[in-house]
DNA sequence: AATTTGACTTACT
DNA sequence: TAGTAAGCCAAAT
């Protein structure tokens, strides 16, 4: 399924209404619409094509929240939960700069991750930002 | 129950 | 041009 931004506001909508499992062994405490919201930023950054990267602020306003960009970060932080995995370490902030890469495994895997899709990294922050910078459309 | 804290960004001193 | 404030809102304390 091709998930577009339009896919992702109809998901958005859904956000604030508490949304009723059929499943009732899983008292996780997903108690309503984090797993929309979660799934909804996982899906604008599975988009995210290999070799390139995008921002938080980019993926916060192709979610519908355009000023939440620490939302964004909220939920990548939690993003172990998610199924699918997730390329978190193709987003990082406005300035190019792996601000995340502390919330990894290990502090240098980002930049490594990265680096094994071609983006060099230096100084924590990454090489051609502005070029390797991919819009969620 | 109230306050602080972020994987952020923009706007205004 | 650099520093501060404000906006976001769920978690953690």
Redesign the pocket.
């Given at each position: 399924m091709e998930i577009n931004v339009v896919t992702v506001r109809i998901i958005m909508k859904k956000f604030p209404e508490k949304e009723k499992r059929t499943s009732k062994k899983k008292p996780v405490?997903e108690?309503s619409a984090?797993a929309t919201f979660f799934d909804a930023v996982y899906a604008v950054v599975r988009q995210v094509p290999r070799g390139r990267v995008t921002?938080?602020?980019?993926v916060?306003e192709a979610t519908g929240?355009r000023?939440?960009?620490?939302?964004?970060?909220?939920a990548?932080?939690v993003?172990s939960r998610a199924k699918p995995k997730v390329p978190?370490?193709r987003?990082v902030?406005?300035?190019g700069i792996l601000?995340?890469r502390?919330?990894?495994a290990t502090p240098t895997l980002?930049q490594e991750l990265l680096e094994q899709e071609g983006v060099k990294v230096e100084d924590d922050t990454v090489v051609d930002f502005k070029q390797l910078y991919w819009e969620p459309s």
């Open positions: 405490q108690k984090e921002t938080y602020g980019a916060a929240l000023m939440s960009a620490r939302m964004v970060g909220w990548l932080s993003c978190a370490h987003v902030n406005r300035m601000s995340g502390h919330h990894f980002m």
